[in-house]
């Protein structure tokens, strides 16, 4: 189709016609350059994270699947090859701004489990997704959490790190 766009162009137009053609061209080419890296930085900074978010929930569910539950998940192994994936297109330009999301979410895991401190299953759901969201900032995105990170109120978040740590050892 292009082509034979670019027949009727050049064949059944006027040199001045198709030099305006072409100039047109070359303004669509521009806009479409800027809009693909809008949205390259929109991806990195909203739809990374959540598809990150989504397929650590939906691993969280898989590790609790039951046996009479109608939706089908894939296995935690699996959900885990698509966080491989998502890993590998964090670079340098994004890392700290999907660190900080992972990061909160991670502290919001960590208070939520010390709220349903009485709430057995609830409690249990948010201690694994609270690890989850750990494993994929230590392991996948290679880096530590650190004390200096947290606000001075936020001393279960810290408590919890340091807990963690010991249990993997």
């Known amino acids: 189709m292009e082509y034979s766009i670019g027949v009727k ?9 198709t030099k305006c053609i072409n ?6 080419n521009e806009i479409t350059k800027q809009e693909i890296e809008k949205h390259r930085d929109e991806y990195y ?5 959540k598809n990150i978010e989504d397929t650590i929930e939906k691993k969280m569910f898989a590790y609790l699947k039951h046996p009479h539950n109608p939706i089908v998940y894939k296995k935690p192994e699996e959900y885990e090859n698509d966080l491989i994936v998502f890993a590998s297109h964090i670079n340098e330009n994004n ?5 900080e999301k992972m990061l909160n979410l991670y502290q919001y895991n960590v208070r939520e489990y010390y709220i349903c401190d009485n709430i057995t299953s609830t409690r249990y759901i948010f201690g694994v997704l609270m690890k989850e969201f750990y494993n994929f900032i230590k392991y996948h995105m290679k880096r530590e959490i650190k004390r200096e990170e947290f606000d001075k109120e936020d001393e279960d978040t810290d408590y919890m790190i340091m807990r963690y740590k010991k249990d993997l050892s």
């Not at 162009?9 to 016609?17: D, F, G, H, S």
């Not at 890392?95 to 660190?99: H, K, Q, R, T, V």
Request: proline residues 4%; positive net charge; glycine residues 4%.
């Open 23 to 28: 100039n047109t061209c070359v303004v669509f």
């Open 95 to 99: 890392g700290d701004c999907i660190f």
């Open 45 to 49: 900074r909203w739809f990374l994270p």
């Open 9 to 17: 162009i050049l064949t059944k137009n006027k040199a001045i016609t």
